[in-house]
């Protein structure tokens, strides 16, 4: 699922999150080109877009997000992320 929030402010994310019972919160970073390749996780997760850009791909479509987007994976989702020209620095968590 995403979400175009518009919302970039770190402590606003953090806050949202916590509020919908994501826990293990922390912010991240990656540069240009980083590719994570197909993998799954065991909890839902979420990445909230701080600045940049990174597509992530799942079986069913491929999505790019942009600063103030939120994407939440499910648990057992296989997926794989490739990073923009400008890197990207986003907030992780987890929930489940």
Known sequence: MVKRTGITNKEEIFRTLREEGFTGLYLWHDP????????THPLDEVRWII???ITIGTEERVVTLKAGDRMEVPAGTRH???VGESGVTYVCGSKG
């Open 51 to 53: 600045e940049g850009e």
């Open 80 to 82: 794989w992320a490739r």
């Open 32 to 39: 240009p080109g980083t590719y994570y390749d197909w993998h």
